[in-house]
């Protein structure tokens, strides 16, 4: 499942590929994602101009020319591919899919441009679009949803006030997105072995400094990742087919059984559910 860096690298490649062109066409196969495209979906998108991509936590936004919004959510399996129109159906240029080739199943939707053409493949439908009437909705759609961690609302302030009170865990908590977006499985275990926490450790014990040290790696880690293209866990890809390298920098994650990172550490890295996902920490290093 992308999680925030990697829906980054692909709005970054999308932004680059089709800012400031017109939709010609829209060709719908499934409406049956997982929210259904509506029947009027392909015309209201015609002749309109994408301005730009944006993104906030893990939804990508194509900004319309008519001021209202496209929202796309990659789900479970949703992936990008640009087409040229002169190589039809022979490379694509897009994301996190296996083979540089186009899917010959599941390509959804297909958005036509001038030179190339967005296909949108989603074996398992769980992604979805969305059209967005104005700046208003947009900020009521991410209403429920917490600052993502580059934001300046990401405080001490905000932090320590909602930790004191939580009995939960804090790995349960950090993949709260009502709490903070885009903080998904991997990163949450690489961010608190930098931060030296057990998952395990129940919220309302962490101090102060520990506060701290969750605002700043959040932000370095998720920084970290974005600026290495992403983690290329099975095969995430970039829009210019290029495999993310971010796997490579893994502290715990998927390396259960492995010595810790840390010099002079000698602790071994251990696998455990937490809120049915799995979490991999220092046994040595995080209290
Ligand atoms: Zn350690």
Known sequence: ????????????????????????????????????????????????????????????????????????????????????????????????????????????????????????????????????ENSLSLKKRFAHLGPEPFDAKFSLNYISSLFNKKKRSIKNLLLDQNFVSGIGNIYASEILFLCKINPNKKVYLLKKKDHLNIIVNSKNVLLNAIKKGGSSIRDFKNASGKKGDFQREFKVYEREGLNCKIHKCKGIIKRKVISNRSTFFCNTCQK
């Not at 196969?29 to 009027?40: D, E, H, Q, S, T």
């Not at 199943?105 to 989603?122: F, T």
Request: hydrophobic share 35%.
């Open 1 to 132: 499942m992308p999680e925030l860096p990697e829906v980054e690298v692909v709005r970054q490649s999308l932004d680059k590929n089709i800012k400031q062109k017109k939709v010609n066409k829209v060709i719908i196969r499934n409406r049956n994602l997982r929210f259904k495209i509506p029947l009027g979906f392909a015309n209201y998108l015609k002749n309109k101009k994408i301005i730009k991509v944006d993104r906030f936590s893990k939804y990508l936004i194509l900004m319309l020319s008519n001021k209202s919004y496209c929202l796309l959510h990659l789900g479970m399996s949703g992936t990008v591919h640009l087409v040229d129109k002169n190589k039809k159906n022979t490379k694509t240029n897009t994301s996190f899919y296996s083979s540089p080739i186009l899917p010959k199943k599941h390509n959804h939707v297909e958005i036509i441009l001038q030179d190339l053409k967005i296909v949108y493949n989603d074996p398992r439908r769980f992604g979805f679009f969305q059209i967005i």
